[in-house]
């Protein structure tokens, strides 16, 4: 079965909400949209304190070549616009909006009808993916307008779709493969125009076999598109990883999966395209995974953006007792929060609950030189010497080494016996070093 050539584990799959349909969550009272919900610019206001808005209304403006516009995923008054806390724990720009009803806009199309004939041209498709405020749901929220975009002396040759969902625990695309299948391939066939390319594949990780069934058998109506099952190893998500799997093609150093004539999209981007093509609805609500080992009702939850990360805990049977540690995306690549007084953004795939006892870490001790970290990193690093280097500040032996290809999976990390927090270095020698050459390109 086929699987990405270097490196990866296979931690504990933990899916304990695959079996559990995706549920609409309640409209809070209130909702915090931050104005950075996007990779890139943070977007711009275009609405004022005491400004009635509608569900689906355009708020805030993404101004630069990579930003998205933000639409409100209520109806109700605009209370404010200050700083509120994000899911890192830093305070950064907010609209601040009460709820009054559930008023949309006109435009949008509410009705179940599946719409497949796609009427836009390929500039059409990349103009209403830009205007409805489409970004990547897989976990990096990259404007999806630009990816349509294929840089001048580049083709694009096949869209890989991204149905992987490696990260342990979350089942968000799990659940939307199997109830959104034909929204999802109409999705693809949109973004196979805009891309201007006859071929899509969607790989999916084999233990979601109802889904690779389902989907293949979706897929006999669309010409073009192809299911691919592929081996459980994480990172498979990765967009290079997903590549070298469906494809055999390594994207190089540095560079995009277009060197290679592939663009990547996640099937949970593919279904919010298919949303704003076919409904002219913009993206201000998406699946988000409420789960842990002391969860009482672990779940799938349709949650508007602005929506309290506590809401969604409260919903799943409130916040257990024993908790530790509650981080929103993956255990691999998720970020632990300090407070779930935050909101749901663009990006927030999952939440995950932690016990007390999963949630500490192991107390490190010195490195054993075992090798594992290399051997087990997807991009053919090696991880403690660029750790080694970032602890010791030596910043230009951490950019040669090539910390900048690290997609900071964790999997060294998870795999160290000495449990050395390779990666909490890694992401410093990373941060340092594009510092160093943001600061060389200015001069």
């Known amino acids: 079965m086929k699987t990405f050539k270097i490196g990866g584990v296979h931690p504990p799959e933990n899916k304990l909400s695959t079996d559990r349909p995706i549920e609409v969550l309640a409209i809070p009272a209130q909702v915090i949209i931050p104005l950075s919900q996007s990779l890139g610019a943070p977007s711009v206001p275009v609405v004022n304190k005491g400004d009635a808005v509608k569900v689906g209304q355009l708020i805030a403006k993404g101004e630069a070549f990579i930003s998205s516009n933000i639409h409100s995923s209520v109806s109700g008054k605009v209370l404010k616009i200050d700083e509120a806390m994000d899911q890192s724990g830093y305070r950064r720009q907010a609209i601040f909006i009460t709820v009054e009803g559930d008023e949309w806009m006109e435009a949008i199309d509410r009705s179940a009808e599946l719409k497949k004939e796609i009427t836009l041209s390929k500039e059409e498709i990349v103009s209403k993916v830009k205007e409805l405020g489409i970004v990547g749901l897989g976990g990096a929220t990259f ?18 779709l991204n149905g992987v969902e490696c990260e342990p625990y979350l089942t968000a695309d799990h659940r939307l493969m199997l109830e959104k299948g034909e929204e999802l391939m109409i999705g693809i066939k949109i973004l196979m125009k805009g891309l201007d390319v006859k071929r899509a594949i969607i790989g999916i990780e084999n233990n979601k076999l109802d889904a690779i069934g389902h989907l293949k058998n979706i897929a006999k109506d669309f010409d073009g598109i192809e299911v691919e099952a592929l081996k459980v190893q994480y990172p498979q998500g990765g967009e290079k990883q997903l590549i070298d799997a469906v494809l055999r093609r390594q994207v190089p150093s540095g560079k995009l999966p277009i060197e290679v004539g592939a663009v990547v999209h996640n099937v949970g981007t593919a279904f919010a395209v298919y949303e704003a093509v076919q409904k002219n609805k913009p993206l201000f609500e998406r699946v988000v995974t409420v789960t842990g080992k002391n969860v009482k009702n672990p779940g799938n939850f349709m949650v508007r953006v602005g929506t309290s990360i506590n809401e969604l805990i409260e919903k799943a049977g409130g916040l257990p007792e024993d908790t530790g540690k509650i981080v929103s995306g993956g255990p691999m690549m998720g970020k632990a929060l300090n407070s779930v007084d935050v909101p749901v953004v663009k990006g927030t795939s999952g939440v995950l609950l932690f016990k007390e006892k999963e949630a500490r870490r192991v107390d490190p ?79």
Request: proline content about 6%; overall charge positive.
């Open 143 to 160: 404007p999806s307008h630009v990816k349509l975009m294929v840089p001048t002396g580049k083709k694009a040759e096949v869209l890989v």
């Open 365 to 443: 001790t010195n490195c054993i030189r075992c090798g594992k970290c290399i051997t087990v990193c997807p991009m053919g690093l090696e991880p403690v010497l660029l750790a080694q280097y970032a602890e010791l500040e030596m910043w230009e032996n951490v950019e040669v080494e090539r910390a900048l290809d690290c997609i900071e999976c964790g999997s060294c990390q998870y795999t160290c016996p000495a449990g050395r927090p390779l990666l909490d270095y890694i992401r410093l020698g990373k941060f340092r070093v594009g510092q160093i050459i943001r600061n060389r390109s200015k001069k």
